[in-house]
Structure formats: C-alpha cells, structure tokens
C-alpha cells in the first residue's frame, strides 16, 4: 500500500515549499517565534497525537519525555553554564538525547502497560509531576530551579543554531521528517495492529499479536518522536528548567493537540500554531493585566464547538472527512 | 480513500498558512521622536502581586517626567510573565523583535533574569535592564555587556549581618533553618562570609520549598545554638516560627531578607511573640528616616490609594532599575543612535540615590554597588513594620572580597561555605 498517492505527494510538497518560502514572505519575528516555535512545540503535541489517534492513548508524559532528551542535552552540552563534569560535542548529544527519550518512552509504556484512559492519564501525568520536581530540588545535576542555560546549539555549515534561518530550517526539516515517518508508521502493519489496538485490543490479541509489545513500541516511538521536540526546545529556549517541562508545560501540549484535532498528526501543529498565536498576541489585543482570561475562553470555544479540534471543525464545515474515520474503515477493509 | 486524507489535511495546513502569510502585521517602525521601552513582569502565577506592585513604581517614574524626555515620548509596553524563564523569553522576544522596543525593564524572578541575560547576549543595540530578579549569577558569571542590573542581590543582601549576630548579639553558634534552593543559598552565602570569618560557628538544616511541618528540624536544632538564622519566605517562615513559637522556642529569631515580608507580619497568631525584634538585613526598610524614602513613600500612598501599606521590595527595585534607565537617557538627550553606543556608557556611569536614599552606581559587570540595611521588626502602634537601624556601604557583589578570590569561593550551595561547630 503506497504511503501517499501521487496529488497527496503534490499538496504535501507545494505545503513544503510554502513553508520553505515563508522566512522571505515574512518579518524575522514571525519565522523564528510564533512559526519556529510553533513547529518545535509541535513536534512534542505530535508525539500525543499520534498516541492518542493511532493508539488511543493520551499520555500526558510527552512533555516530561521531550525533558529528558533537553535535559540530556543541557547536562552534556559544551557551552552549559553551569558546566558538568563530563561534556561531549553536539553530534554526539543530539543523538544520545533521543536515543535517551526513546528509552524514557518504552520505560512508561512499560509502566503504563496495563492502563487505559484515565488511569493512564493518572499514570502518566503522575510520572511528568514526579520528574519535574525532581529536576526543581536536584542540585547536582539538574542545578534545581534555575536550571541549565546557555545551551546554544551546534553550528551548522558554519552558522550558529541561534541564526534564525538555521534555527528555522533545521526544526522544519526534523519536523518533516518525523511528521512522514508517522503517517508511513501508521501504514506498516505495525501501525496497522496499532489501530486495532485502539478499536479492540482483545481481538487484537485474539488474533495473535501480542498487544503489550505493540504498546511498548508505540510508547518508545513517540518518545523518539518528543525527544526531538525537546532537543529543538531546549535550544529555542537556549537552555531548559524544572519550569519548561512542569505541570503548565504539559497541559499547554495537551491544549495544541487538542485545539489542532487529535485525529491526524497535522493537527498538533495548527493547534501549537494557534497556540503560539494566542499567547503571543492576547496581551496586545486585550487588557494586559487579564489576557489568560481571553486565551482560556477561546480554548473553551473551540473545544465547545468542535470537540475534534479545528480539524474536525474544518472538516464538518466542508463535509471532508481525514484522519480518525477514514484509518478506522481501512482497518474494516482489511477484517 | 486514503487520497482524500492526506490531501484534506494538507490543505488545511496550506489555507492556515496562507492565512497567516495575508494577515501577518507589519513590524512596528519606529519614528524618530519616540522611545519605546518595553517592560516584563509576573502578572500570572505566583508573585504576580508583586508583579502588579512593580508596575505602580514605573509608572510613577514615568509620570515624574511625563512621559518624556528631551523633547522625545516615552512608549511604555508592558508585558507579562509567570515567572518561568521560558516564558520571560518569549515576552522578551516578541517586545525586542515584533514590538521593537529599545529597552526592556524586567524580569521579577532569579530563573527568568538569567534566561533574559543570555538573550540579551545575542542583541545588538539593545539594552535589558533588570527589573527585580536577584539570582547571583545573572552578573556575577558570564555577564552580558548588554544587561544592566541597579538593584543589588540575595548574596549582597545580607551584608553587615553576619558581624551583627557575632559582634552585637554575642552569639557563636547559630542554627540556620533555610530553604533549599538557589536563593536562600546566595544568602546563606552572604551572611557566612561574615559571621564564619568572624568565627562562629553555624549548624544547617535545609527543608525543601513549601514545607508545612518543621517538626524534625525544630528537633534538630542543637542545645548551644544561641540563635536562629530563617532564611525561609511567605508561608514557610509562618509554618516555622507558629510551630516553633508552640513548642516554647524562645532563641532570638535572625531572619533573611525575604523573611519579614507582609504575610508573616500581617498574620496573627503564636509567632508574633518571636517576631518582634526580629533583626534582618536587605536593601529596603518599611520605616528609614531617609527624607527621599518618606517623601517616596507619601506619594506612592496618594497615587495608589489601593496599593500596599509601603512599596514592596519588587516596586523599590523597578523603580530604582526605571529611574536608572531615565537619567541615562536625558544625559545623552534621548540618543539611541550608533546601537545605543553612548546610552550604554552613560548607563553604566550612571550614579544616583535609590528611593531608600542609598547611593547606587555599578561595577565592571554592570551589577549595582549600594546600601544594605539592618532592619528590625517594631511595633508600629499595633501594625508590624521593619525598621532600619544600620547601614553597610556600598556593598559589592563580592561582599568586599576581592573578586578573584570571590569567584574562586565557588557557586553558593547547600555544602558552601561551610563552617560546623567544632571545627
């Protein structure tokens, strides 16, 4: 079964070079802090997305996972202040990181294994309480509430990481990347038990496969998939602290995957990027003293009108169907 | 069926995008005659009181010249954060690069200062003044040149302290109850330097942030301790002195600068009784017979009939960061020409009276050099107030030291310094 067919491909890639084309189109602000921000924050609500639409899983881990690759790199990093005892080049961390985000993500599926909905909302959300006040009260590495900055980035072809288009493009590219490994994942026939997984785990398990594995893997993807968020982060921020991957950060995830739609991963990021929209521009539109009221009850609407989220809102506005339904009627196809 | 998946989805994606490539707004231009100052402090979140306190004070700055200055307006943008550091640096970055302001007064809180310090590393032609953030390291290491900081910090805080306890009160061997994490360490810091050199003797016992019962500290603490150091804030210092008061601890109490803040004096209950004549050291007093600090006060009061009793240490010290920020703007006639080149001279020459009538100017690393205050707690005609009764001049970031062997000190944590009884 092809991935995309060939005016999918078409759309995809004229999107692409949209995207490619926007830091000329737009003022430097726009590229590097509501798109760039949005497309590394989004990265980390794609994570949540694709759990919670293939696997039917919400974990509010995602943003505690994307912390652990931060905070691997910010331990590490070369330009730390303050500096650790051991430190490696950015090559080499960028990579560890992940890998470590990867392993963080099979750890709580691992512990989340036999949980559903809200237990598994428990579970998770008592794991990213857990690990962000153990970064706020460890001095020794984590260096508590202050945190670790100056986490600048590798240079790349010559330039700093701090460089707008650099920063830009490379968040881009990563973003791409993961964004079509999940929609070619979703097609494997492991992304395919996935999907019965969420519909009926018994008859999943009934025909053969063994559903615990399939979670475990589907959690350590999904921490491979943050942990690049978190990396991205990390350098947007130029370092990382209890607060970036505290009980706030978390539910801002939750709030952009599921304003965006949680039925298919494009969602996480027109969530993150209206998110990024109303927490940059709320202050200047409404009273400044007051301006979370004006976010709160935005969120509100959308998730009032349209409980899928601007995707499902888009969606029955036009009578297009994506995501969600049409994965479904595949698997029916297939049974 | 699959076709239509990807192709509905991306083209959301690209009619979003082009939405906002249509409606993205210009960037503000900045007309010749006006000088736009953006500002970031916590309305949200846990200081966000003293957020609000903080505004009043620039506010009156503002106001004092109306506004302008050389003939040039002042545009005030003010913006809000949580006092997380991630967020500080967004505010930051959309008022230097969507509001293009020239310069940024703020933030509140320690993690957010060093977050903007960073930032302000890779600015040219702008100019981060502190607002009330006091973590140490914001000056002290890898300072930036385009930072400026005209409030002193936690470590400096405490001087004169140190030597007080020893030298005045008589005492050896105190018991310091403290919070454990970065800012009662700058302070414990500052208040051993002295009282360590001076050859006491301090037992620690740290209890993490929001601790409620102190039972097993108040257990810990050694017979021949003649004094209590609580370095501790807000509700924690309470929880402390209201248990500490019931179990019949009757050791003289030597608070830190944050101790004797409004919610343990406005409170009643057992502590009261431990409360007065508590000695403190900080950079502001409720009650200073300094006529700039009661001229200062007067007219908070009257323009802000529904602010504080007195100005809170966040109003002092906006106030004191603004007041800087307008004296080196008329001295170079409201010149931010050639990146603010001769703005930033004047800036770090700048030498003025803070409302507490001390004298401010700065170091090398653009960190204030001033006066540091012993307080008192007094009986106010049945309203608990601070006084001040000493004052320690001039007081540098290295407390005095020279700075080589300062730094060479270390980072202040739970182990530095140290000095047990018995050693």
Redesign the interface.
């Known amino acids: ?1 092809p991935m ?2 060939r ?2 491909w078409a ?2 890639l ?2 692409l070079a ?2 490619l084309a ?1 830091p000329f ?6 590229t ?4 760039g ?1 949005a497309i590394v924050y989004g990265i980390v609500a794609m994570s949540l997305t694709f759990l919670a639409s293939y696997g039917g899983f919400i974990s509010l881990a995602q943003t505690m996972i994307a912390g652990i690759a931060g905070y691997t790199v910010a331990v590490l990093a070369p330009t730390a ?2 500096l650790g005892n051991h430190w490696l080049p950015y090559w080499a961390l960028i990579p560890l990181a992940v890998a470590a985000a990867t392993f963080a993500g099979a750890v709580v599926g691992l512990i989340a294994v036999r949980t559903r909905e809200i237990y598994l909302l428990m579970i998770t959300l008592a794991l990213a309480v857990g690990f962000s006040l153990f970064a ?2 460890n ?1 020794d590495w984590f260096n ?4 670790i ?2 986490i600048l980035g590798p240079d790349i072809f010559g330039y700093p990481f ?1 460089n707008l288009y650099v920063f830009y493009y490379s968040s881009l590219l990563v973003a791409t990347a993961l964004y079509f490994l999940v ?1 070619y994942v979703v097609k494997t026939p492991f992304g395919l038990v996935l999907q019965g997984i969420r519909d009926n785990p018994r008859r999943v398990s009934a025909i053969g496969f063994n559903v615990g594995v399939h979670r475990v893997a589907s959690f350590a993807l999904a921490g491979f998939i943050a942990g690049w968020g978190g990396v991205l982060i990390t350098f947007y ?3 990382i ?1 209890p ?2 991957i ?1 009980i ?2 978390t539910v801002n995830v939750l709030v952009m995957a599921v304003i965006g739609g949680l039925g ?1 991963p ?2 996480a ?2 969530g993150a ?1 209206v998110y990024t929209l109303f ?2 521009f709320a ?1 200047t539109i409404y009273d ?2 007051r ?2 009221t004006l976010i709160g009850l935005v969120f509100l609407v959308i998730v009032l009108v349209s409980p899928d989220g ?2 499902g809102l ?2 029955r506005l ?1 009578g ?4 969600r339904s ?2 479904t ?2 698997m029916e196809e297939k049974t | ?14 009619i ?3 939405a ?2 249509l409606t ?1 707004p ?2 503000a231009t900045a007309e010749d005659d006006v000088i736009v100052i953006g500002s970031i402090t916590t ?2 979140g846990p200081f966000a009181t003293g957020g ?1 306190d903080a505004y009043r004070a620039m506010e009156m700055a503002f106001e004092e010249i109306d506004y302008t200055i050389a003939g040039k307006r002042i545009e005030w943008i ?3 954060s ?6 500080a ?2 505010r930051a ?2 008022l230097i ?2 509001d293009d302001v020239d310069i940024i007064i703020g933030p509140l809180s ?2 957010e200062g ?2 903007l310090r ?2 302000s590393r ?1 600015l040219e032609g702008k100019t981060i003044v502190n607002g009330s953030s006091g ?1 140490a ?1 914001t000056t002290l ?2 300072p930036s040149p385009n930072f400026f900081r005209f409030n002193t910090e936690g470590t400096q805080w405490t001087a004169g302290l140190g030597n007080y306890v020893y030298d005045e009160l008589g005492v050896d061997h105190v018991a310091l109850v403290a919070a ?3 800012f009662p360490y700058a302070q414990v810091m500052g208040f051993m330097l002295e009282y360590c050199a001076a050859g006491g003797a301090v037992t620690k016992l740290w209890s ?1 942030l929001n601790t409620t019962d102190f039972g097993s500290i108040i257990a810990n603490i050694p017979e021949d301790a003649g004094a209590i150091v609580l370095i501790q804030g807000g509700t924690d210092a309470l929880a402390f002195l209201t248990q500490y008061a019931e179990t019949g601890g009757d050791r003289p109490i030597i608070g830190g600068s944050i101790t004797a803040d409004q919610t343990l004096l406005s409170a009643r209950g057992p502590h009261q009784r431990l409360m007065e004549g508590m000695v403190a050291a900080g950079p502001i007093a409720d009650l200073n017979d300094d006529p700039m600090w009661i001229e200062w006060v007067e007219a908070y009061r009257e323009r802000f009939p529904d602010g504080f009793d007195s100005p809170s240490i966040h109003a002092f010290n906006y106030y004191t960061n603004t007041k800087a920020v307008l004296l080196a703007l008329e001295e170079v006639d409201g010149d931010l020409s050639d990146n603010q080149a001769a703005f930033q001279e004047a800036l770090a020459n700048v030498e003025f009276q803070n409302p507490m009538g001390a004298n401010v100017r700065l170091d090398h690393n653009r960190q204030a050099i001033s006066d540091i205050f012993l307080t008192r707690v007094v009986n106010d005609g049945g309203t608990m107030r601070t006084e001040a009764f000493g004052t320690t001049e001039g007081v540098t970031q290295s407390m005095g030291m020279d700075e080589e062997e300062f730094l060479a000190l270390g ?1 202040p ?2 182990d530095n310094p140290d000095c047990p009884p018995g050693s």
């Open positions: 079964m995309l067919s005016l999918q759309i995809s004229a999107v949209l995207l926007l189109l737009l003022p430097s602000f726009w590097g802090n509501i798109m921000r202040i303050p706020q009260s001095i508590g509430y202050e945190g900055r100056n701090r929609l921020n130029i370092g602290t607060g970036s505290g706030w950060a298919h494009i969602g990021f027109i990027l927490d940059t202050a400044r003293d301006f979370n601007l995707l888009f969606r036009t297009w169907r994506t995501g049409v994965a009627e595949t | 069926m699959l076709r239509k998946r990807l192709s509905h989805s991306t083209a959301v994606a690209a979003a995008a082009a906002f490539v993205g210009a960037p309305l949200e609000q003010r913006e809000s949580d006092a997380q550091a991630d967020v640096l967004a970055r959309k690069e969507q320690g993690a060093i977050a960073d930032y890779t973590a390291d290491r890898d454990d994490y970065a993490p980072s944590s739970r």
